[in-house]
């Protein structure tokens, strides 16, 4: 088949009628007003109006092996003829301790660990800060600008990449405080990271240990291994460090949120691995399950709680979903998607930079494997966020059949289907470069 295939505008007539019906029944959340999805296949999508999409976006970077992957569909296929739900905190089952040995195996970590199992990526951070405020008594934990931990109230807390996450819903006075990230492209301090010392990191203990939280009271620090809602920012390899050794020193829990970053995408089964430390407490969700719904908390063993009843849930960890997550892992490691998401990754970036040199709009271009963020600017020297141009080019790439997904303030992330085919990861690269271009002449 020939794709991507446009036939009529963006949004189709369906699709407008749909996205018009959808805004009274359905409360305003996040969506995207490109079209409506019909079907979905590997790194392809048609929408309601028989449009083809080429899928840089993988549905938020779930379908990491592929929407609809037929060995996922027939471990569901066969689960569905068995049970679906079990209540599975409180009936135990088999392919509970069956992935929960196999997950353990990959995660991670020179240590015993065990396995919480919820519904989301929001559930698998409560989970984790549960975990450590019950294990330290402590009350606060510190998490960074920029970071997407979920919406829910204690991971809404730590979450601090857009005001409108936020505003009016904050339980303030909780447990969080923020220190500024591992952001080279726009440096919080504006020092050059060929110089600064990693003063980030530094700036933890020096003003907010002895200023406003003392480490005695912080659990845990919680941070994305590469920020991914937060605009997909690549932090200096040495500030992941360096936060490690922070906590190591104060015998405070770090968590990783490997909700975007995890099962392969980074081009290392989870990113973390990147940076050569060990988390004490890790959180999955999103890639885990092929599109089910599940999220993973990994943790140090002898954290688990000492008590029943301190967490639990009714449909984490369900058989459906579980099976599905099976079949994702088996897929992700007898092909190695890792290496894939490495190579692919590698050409992107190497395309993308050249492109960058060519154009003003293009001010940054930074990531690991599929992980990829582009950020625009309206002007490289005064970086001033090019919000208008990335929406613009976002619409572009649409109408010309390549879905992308924004994030951070001007930035568009890459992050396809990791099975996406050869063939369509240069077609989908050449549609976002050509609709780069024309921006980048509309505005001169
Ligand atoms: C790093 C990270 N943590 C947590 C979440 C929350 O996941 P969910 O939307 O499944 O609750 C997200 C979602 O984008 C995320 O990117």
Known sequence: MNVPKIDTQIPGPR???LLEEAKKV???TTRLEYMAIAKMENDLIWDVDGNVFIDFAASIAVANVGHRNPKVIDAVKKQLERYIHTGPHDWLDEVQIEYAKKLIKVVPGNFTKKVFFG??????????LKVARWNTKRPLILAFYGAFHGRTYGSLALTASKPQHRRYLLPYGGMAIHAPYSYCYRCPFKLDPSTCGIWCADFIKEWIFEKVAP???IAAIILEP??????YIVPHPEFIRKIHRLAKEYEILLIVDEVQTGFARSGKMFAIEHYGVEQDIMSTAKAIAGGFPLGATIIRSDLDFRYEGAHSSTF?????SLVAANAVL?????NKLWERADKLGNEAIKFLTELKDETEI???VRGKGLFIGLEFVRDKDTKEFGVRERDRIARLCYENGLVVLPCGKSSIRIAPPLTITDENFRKGLEILADSIRKVDKERK
């Open 15 to 17: 699709s407008r009628r």
């Open 26 to 28: 359905l409360v305003t």
């Open 119 to 128: 519904n989301s990526g929001t559930e698998s951070v409560e989970a984790a």
């Open 215 to 217: 480490p005695e009271d």
């Open 226 to 231: 590469i920020q991914g809602e937060g605009g």
């Open 316 to 320: 984490g960890g369900n058989a459906i």
């Open 330 to 334: 088996d897929y992700i490691l007898e």
């Open 362 to 364: 293009l001010g940054d």
